[in-house]
């Protein structure tokens, strides 16, 4: 149970890394069109 908890954590780290990349991406993109 203790290892899933720790793999749904790291998978919430992970998404939201996910989820800022591609807003920066987004914005680069508005930016340069």
């Known amino acids: 149970m203790y290892k899933v908890q720790r793999l749904l954590a790291y998978g919430l780290v992970l998404w939201r890394s996910v989820l ?11 930016y340069n069109i």
């Open 20 to 30: 800022k990349l591609g807003y920066k991406i987004k914005n680069c993109t508005k």
